[in-house]
């Protein structure tokens, strides 16, 4: 079936790039989304990506996609202390109306 | 103001007791979606509803059932809540035109 896989946690030093990884199993996934989620809060989209593109570029995100390997990854330049939070890899294997979800990557940022 | 607002923010209720979670959307979109949230698991999908007419089934609808009053409304029931129900609870609006879900800020639920 479909499944989506994260690391539970990243820790990284303030000011360095964080690289949070996503493996998928559905090949026939149409869009993946990366999504935060701070303390108490509810989730934030941060960005998406169609399938037919390996990577986005949106100020200090890169979001890279390996369609062969069914590997996403995002890329967090200059990590803040904002930073801090849960990060949802998603997947929708069919056309947009159920998301798949990993069960987040908590990014911890050391000073 | 918030785009998507769920009432209540945190509720506590014993076993057996009925519940109604509510949702409203100003986004205007046609698609509203129920999800529960547990640690480690990640969201799963509850109901999700395409319009006001067209309720469906998610992966763990058993225990639930819901209400779309309105495009703009959406409400998730507890007939009969159980522990195992306690959770963080979303609800989240799409276009149909849109690949983007967008999310309310949770409500925490705990069955005592």
């Known amino acids: 079936g479909e499944d989506v896989e994260q690391s539970l946690f990243l820790s990284v030093r303030e000011g360095d790039s964080s690289v949070i990884n996503c493996t998928y199993t559905?090949?026939?996934?149409?869009?993946l989304y990366w999504y935060k989620q701070e303390p108490g809060a509810g989730l934030q989209l941060l960005t998406y990506i169609f399938s037919n593109m390996d990577m986005k570029q949106d100020q200090r995100l890169t979001v890279l996609l390996n369609k062969k390997d069914k590997h996403l990854s995002l890329r967090i330049a200059d990590t803040q202390t904002g930073d801090s939070a849960i990060y949802f890899c998603a997947e929708s294997p069919r056309s947009n109306y159920q998301l798949i979800w990993g069960a987040g990557t908590k990014l911890i940022i050391k000073p | 103001d918030a785009d998507v607002t769920q009432t209540p923010r945190n509720r506590i209720t014993k076993t057996g007791k009925r519940i109604m979670l509510e949702c409203s959307q100003t986004k205007g979109h046609d698609r509203m979606y129920w999800y529960r949230q547990d640690p480690g698991l990640g969201l799963r999908l509850i109901y999700y509803?395409?319009?006001?007419?067209?309720?469906n089934k998610g992966e763990i609808s058993d225990g639930y059932s819901v209400s779309r009053q309105a495009q703009a409304k959406f409400s998730l029931s507890l007939e009969s809540a159980i522990p195992n129900q306690t959770a963080l609870y979303f609800c989240a609006t799409s276009d149909s035109d849109r690949p983007e879900q967008y999310f309310g800020p949770g409500t925490r639920l705990t069955v005592t």
């Open positions: 509803s395409f319009d006001v007419k067209d309720i």
């Open positions: 559905d090949s026939s996934s149409t869009y």
